[in-house]
């Protein structure tokens, strides 16, 4: 499929843009999906999801090296994490290609809403590190949690990241900082999962998928930047804000 020179300009805007967030907390999802749907209308879903998925990969592998200089992480949760995260991610692509995802929409509807009222209801929820679980169950919430997410982002998409750092500062006690560092480790892992599902089946653009790539990635590197000298107090604020955009625009795709 042909992209023109203006398409592909603007795009990469929203890429960019998109990369910023999702280094921060996730939902870059939430603005580079809908722009390529509506910038390439004609062009089949199907292969908007995997073109989707390409840019992410590079802009959250960046960001997950840039935390990893700057922020301590938990290796062992986060390797495990990724681990089943890959696999559900892999498996949730595969169902994407078959069927629609929209019926999961109002469930996904229900559980942000119910994410932004626990968040909004504890204001000092993720300021600063209160681990509270064992290490054996530490590790079954990085196993049911990753496999869960991971499928999720393979078949829907937009939030995932969001979801992880909720999941990681929520049931773990990690900040919201430490969580968005290592949500990007097991992101990059669910985006690379769905990738390669969608390019086996052919479902990728990639001349325009790499130039998106490349604004993801600067994006990213911003973005992982200003969340590292801002702290987790600014990091809670800015997902407050995508996850009220996010209940917002599943709201309007379910009720509209």
């Known amino acids: 499929m042909d992209v023109g020179l203006q398409e592909v300009l603007v795009l990469c805007v929203f890429a960019f843009l998109a990369g910023g967030l999702d280094a921060i907390v996730g939902g870059g999802g939430l603005v580079q999906l809908p722009a390529l749907l509506v910038v390439l209308p004609q062009a089949p879903v199907v292969a908007l999801l995997g073109t989707n998925k390409l840019a992410p990969v590079v802009g959250t592998a960046s960001a997950a090296i840039t935390y990893q200089r700057r922020v301590v992480i938990d290796r062992r949760t986060a390797a495990v994490m990724a681990g089943t995260a890959l696999v559900g991610s892999g498996l949730g692509a595969l169902l994407a290609t078959q069927v629609g995802s929209e019926l999961l929409k109002p469930v996904v509807l229900v559980v942000l809403i119910a994410v932004l009222g626990y968040t909004l209801a504890r204001p000092a929820l993720g300021e600063v590190e209160q681990l509270r679980l064992t290490a054996r169950a530490q590790q079954a919430v990085a196993v049911v ?10 078949f829907v998409g937009p939030g995932t990241g969001s979801f992880l750092v909720f999941l990681l500062v929520g049931a773990v006690g990690l900040s919201f900082l430490h969580a968005s560092a290592t949500a990007k480790i097991v ?33 990213s590197q911003i973005g992982a930047r200003l969340a590292v000298r801002r702290g987790s107090a ?23």
Do not use: E, K, Q, S
Not at 191 to 216: C, S, T
Not at 234 to 256: P, T
């Open 234 to 256: 600014w990091v809670r604020r800015v997902f407050v804000v995508v996850v009220g955009a996010l209940v917002l625009r599943l709201a309007y795709d379910v009720l509209g």
């Open 187 to 219: 992101n990059t892992m669910t985006n690379l999962a769905a990738l390669a599902l969608f390019a086996y089946g052919g479902h990728v653009l990639w001349v325009l998928g790499a130039a998106m790539a490349a604004a993801n990635l600067a994006g």
């Open 145 to 154: 949690g990753g496999a869960a997410i991971g499928f999720y982002d393979g």
